[in-house]
Structure formats: C-alpha cells, structure tokens
C-alpha cells in the first residue's frame, strides 16, 4: 500500500477508505466469498483488472461484499492468461496498464468464442467524457466508469442498489 494512499489495511477482514483530505473514512468488511454460499448456490465471479494496488483492493472487497467471488489480474496479458480457466459474470478492466492495455486486452476477448465474446466489461478510464466513451465502445467495452468513481456507480454496473 501506498503511505499516502487512499486504502489502510486494519484487523484481517477490514479495510479503512479515507478521502483525499483524510477526513472522512468507511470501514468495509473483506468477507471473502468462496465457490458456494450458505444455501449451495454458485457464487458469480467477477474479474477485476488493475495496476494500482489500492483501486484494485477497493473495487475486489466491494464485489466480495456484494456476494461475487473476484479473480484479479495487474495487466491485461495476466487477464488472458486467467480467462483460460474462468468464467466471470463480469469484468472490470482499468484501461492504461503496463505491458497489456485494457483496450487491446478487450479486444483481444471479444475475438474469443463464447461464452468470453459476451462477457460484460465495463473500463476504468482516468478522464471522463464522449472521448473516453468512444474509446471504449470501440474496443469492445460495454460501458466505463471514471476515476476517481463513487461506490455506488460500481454497484450500479451490477445491478445492485447503491451500499448503505
């Protein structure tokens, strides 16, 4: 982790979020979810791929908390490799990441066969606008969310309501 980074670590399970101020600050609980849950229901996966260490934790322990299992990878090469034995229900994919970008790494998923090709794959992009959205549907990205992004819009690509 970073010194001055947005995400501290505390006791196993919980993570401390503060704001760019270090004035406000949210505990989550990591709860880890594995497989099947209670009822013996498949878990959905979910692929986070990230570069930065603090997003990539952030956006993981969100969807565990939100009942998915979460695959990561730190560049798009990593992605590939881990699409050969996994299937996620949805992908988030940073766009500007060494040795593999989002973009060429979403394209390279779309000329998979199914059940790859349709995977839902929403970008991490660093600037907002058409720009950023064009960028993305022509890579093959179903939508993108900007950073610095709000809990809530990474939930609401899940159809989930916002956390509480």
Excluded: W
Excluded at 88 to 100: C, L, R, S, T
Aim: charged letters at 25%.
């Amino acid at each position: 982790m970073q010194e001055k980074g947005i995400l501290k670590p505390l006791l196993q399970g919980i993570i401390l979020i503060k704001n760019m101020d270090n004035k406000a600050f949210m505990y989550l609980k990591d709860e880890r979810a594995e497989g099947n849950n209670e009822q013996g229901i498949a878990v959905p996966l979910a692929m986070v791929v990230e570069n930065d260490p603090d997003t990539m934790l952030l956006i993981s322990v969100l969807l565990r908390n939100s009942g998915y299992n979460v695959i990561e990878a730190s560049n798009g090469e990593k992605a590939l490799a881990l699409l050969h034995t996994n299937n996620p229900a949805i992908i988030f994919m940073d766009v500007q990441m060494p040795v593999m970008d989002g973009y060429t790494a979403t394209r390279r998923i779309r000329e998979m066969a199914d059940p790859y090709r349709s995977i839902p794959i929403i970008g991490l992009v660093a600037g907002t606008g058409s720009a950023e959205y064009k960028k993305c549907r022509a890579a093959g990205m179903n939508d993108y969310i900007s950073k610095p992004f709000r809990l809530e819009e990474i939930l609401g690509k899940l159809n989930l309501p916002p956390a509480a």
